[in-house]
């Protein structure tokens, strides 16, 4: 009774516990009532979210990935950032938690691919080829259209297929097994290239990754934070 007086709200408050013990990785947390209105916030945030892609509030930065041996950029990672009319800058990791909670993750996925496969067309145009790696969802990887959106967004930009590469967390790869590797096999088939990111975070074996169509394992930060030292 001291979190909720109705059905309804009660599910509410232990479906946010719920999320609360996913993100700490632990096995159960009880309901925080000070987390209210920072709950409402976020989600009254979420609600605009919609607006913010029909609007064109949101916006691609990208890090360049420098070769070591080079020096050279060849290819970059594309980071979404939102700027707000009121609110001014949002940061990603204010409202890519809550997408993905409610679904409107895809949404947010293919307004990324849609604009970095126009922008690496626009550079390759440019005489400069850059790859530009996207960020995918879990949810993602289970859309059973998702190979066909990014062909068409392809084709839309008259950008060749090498010069896409999508990004999936390791623990992204490990659920839905079936439906995800068929996915990855379908993405590469077409062309685009794949990578594991945060590796070594999850519970993939070597031998399961050799099966992975992948092309590329980024190495999580907390394995090599210290590598200068």
């Known amino acids: 009774p001291e979190h909720a007086t109705e059905a309804i709200a009660l599910m509410c408050c232990a479906d946010e516990a719920m999320y609360v013990a996913k993100a700490s990785r632990s096995p159960a947390r009880a309901y925080n009532p000070e987390r209210k209105q920072f709950r409402e916030d976020h989600l009254s945030l979420l609600g605009q979210l919609k607006k913010a892609v029909e609007g064109d509030q949101l916006m691609l930065y990208y890090q360049p990935k420098v070769s070591l041996l080079t020096g050279e950029v060849h290819e970059a990672e594309a980071l979404i950032r939102w700027q707000h009319p009121q609110r001014g800058f949002v940061p990603p990791v204010e409202f890519i938690p809550f997408a993905e909670q409610t679904g409107y993750i895809r949404e947010l996925t293919q307004w990324v691919i849609q604009r970095g496969c126009r922008d690496a067309a626009t550079l390759l145009a440019q005489g400069r080829p850059i790859r530009i790696s996207v960020n995918i969802a879990t949810r993602d990887l289970l859309d059973l259209h998702l190979t066909d959106y990014v ?68 190495i999580d930060r907390s394995f090599v934070v210290g590598v200068a030292d």
């Open 151 to 218: 062909s068409r967004c392809l084709e839309k930009s008259h950008l060749p297929p090498e010069y896409l590469c999508l990004e999936i967390t390791e623990s992204g790869m490990m659920e839905e097994s079936e439906l995800v590797m068929d996915n990855l096999q379908q993405l590469r088939r077409i062309g685009v290239s794949l990578a594991i990111d945060d590796y070594g975070t999850g519970y993939s074996s070597l031998a399961y990754v050799r099966r992975l169509p992948v092309s590329e394992l980024k």
